[in-house]
């Protein structure tokens, strides 16, 4: 069943560019929820509004072809759009540039124990 707080949320997505954290806050939403967009993305409610809108799978797999096959003109920033409300949007994350702290010697010496006693193992 649809809520209200779902209703707002879609409304407020599509007028801020698909933000649906600031959607769903603007909607009311407690903060954990927000937090975790998910568990508005993926409710059921949520994706019966998209369908009766006419958000569908379909509709977004028909407009990916398309613009594969047509190649005019860039659609990407209205396809992620329509991915992000339907909740199949994955963010990539860069976490090659993130420091490692360093480990302390006992936690060394015991990787290093550990890998030498895998060295020695036959198979």
């Known amino acids: 069943m649809t809520t209200i707080k779902q209703i707002l949320a879609i409304e407020k997505t599509l007028e801020n560019g698909g933000n649906i954290t600031q959607a769903m806050r603007e909607a009311g939403y407690r903060e954990a929820t927000i937090n975790n967009p998910s568990n508005l993305t993926n409710s059921k409610g949520f ?3 998209c369908e009766k809108g ?5 509709l977004l797999i028909n407009a990916l072809v398309e ?10 920033a209205e396809l992620e759009l329509a991915f992000k409300i339907k909740g199949r949007f994955v963010q990539k994350v860069d976490i090659t ?3 490692v702290p ?5 936690i060394q010496e015991s990787i290093n124990r550990f890998l030498m006693r895998d060295s020695d193992t036959t198979l």
């Open 102 to 106: 360093p480990v302390s010697a006992d």
């Open 54 to 58: 006419g958000l569908t799978d379909d």
């Open 47 to 49: 994706q019966e509004l």
């Open 67 to 76: 613009d594969i096959k047509t190649k005019k003109g860039s659609r990407k």
């Open 97 to 99: 540039s993130v420091e």
